[in-house]
């Protein structure tokens, strides 16, 4: 989220590169000096979008603001949607000492989610030295209490029979 003052907030598409457990570089879509919002709970209504602007954010941890009605009907949509989901995937990339992955995955009409790449923890029991990268395969994609999402299952698809 760009930050662009006056608690106004823009959507944008971004490259990232490495990453650590503090820091992700940006390869795209930002210009050096441009302030930007990393961490913040959003509640988006159902015609929401990924390429939708947002005006407001919702309190931080620090202050907390109430909610008006149209959120508690974005919350009530949002906990209504199924809680797993399987989707095809690539791992580009297997973080093993921060269980994260970074995943360029199909459209997930369920959530109304587009197809693009994301970067989901995996859950504690998995072993992320097993997940291979670069090839096609199916993860399921937990939405956790909390309101996040990781990665609690995956397997290769059989080989196409001709």
Do not use: C
């Not at 590169?17 to 988006?44: C, H, K």
């Not at 009907?73 to 949607?81: F, P, R, S, V, Y």
């Not at 000492?97 to 923890?121: C, D, R, Y």
């Not at 395969?137 to 309101?147: K, N, V, Y």
């Amino acid at each position: 989220m760009l930050a662009l003052g006056e608690g106004r907030f823009k959507s944008l598409a971004v490259k990232t590169g490495q990453s650590d457990n503090q820091r992700v570089e940006i390869l795209d879509g930002l210009i050096e000096g441009e302030e930007i919002v990393t961490s913040a709970q959003f509640l988006l209504d159902s015609e929401s979008s990924k390429s939708s602007d947002f005006t407001r954010i919702d309190a931080t941890d620090s202050q907390q603001m109430e909610k008006p009605a149209a959120s508690q009907d974005a919350q009530k949509a949002t906990a209504e949607l199924p809680g797993k989901v399987w989707v095809e995937a690539i791992v580009n990339s297997v973080d093993i000492n921060a269980m994260k992955l970074n995943v360029q995955h199909g459209p997930i009409p369920e959530w109304s989610w587009p197809l693009m790449q994301m970067e989901f923890k995996l859950t504690e029991w998995m072993d992320a030295g097993d997940i291979p990268t670069g090839q096609s395969l199916q993860l399921e994609i937990t939405r956790t209490e909390s309101g996040k999402y990781e990665v609690t299952d995956f397997y290769l698809p059989a080989a196409k029979q001709e």
